[in-house]
């Protein structure tokens, strides 16, 4: 079954910004159907929501709101997380993962596919 890649995660000092995209692998599919959502897991800590794009809206964490912005790259077949304003607490694996399935969207139990998953570091 196709999955998700991500990338563009890195290390960047606080107040920086980074652009993390997410894309089909394997057979291709068509993200715009899908519902898409980031998620990161901080060191030590359980994976939590940050964004999530559908048809008809963008919903974010209020950790998040207003630094971060989610957008489709329909061109590209992709979703762009957008991330300014970084802060050290923002550290950790960011994933993606897509449902055609209407559901509780912040829930990681709503999503069957996933990605593997790509590092963010913001140093103080």
Do not use: H
């Not at 989610?70 to 991330?83: P, T």
């Amino acid at each position: 079954q196709a999955q998700l890649v991500e990338s563009g995660g890195g290390v960047v000092q606080a107040g920086g910004s980074l652009r993390l995209a997410c894309a089909t692998s394997g057979r291709s599919f068509n993200l715009g159907n899908y519902i898409v959502t980031w998620f990161r897991q901080p060191p030590g800590k359980e994976r939590e929501f940050v964004s999530t794009i559908s048809r008809t809206l963008t919903d974010y964490a209020e950790s998040v709101k207003g630094r971060f912005t989610i957008s489709r790259d329909y061109a590209e077949n992709a979703v762009i997380l957008q991330m300014d304003s970084l802060k050290p607490e923002d550290t950790a694996i960011y994933y993606c993962a897509c449902t055609d399935q209407m559901g509780d969207f912040r829930s990681v139990k709503s999503y069957g596919r996933w990605g593997q998953g790509t590092q963010v570091t913001v140093s103080p």
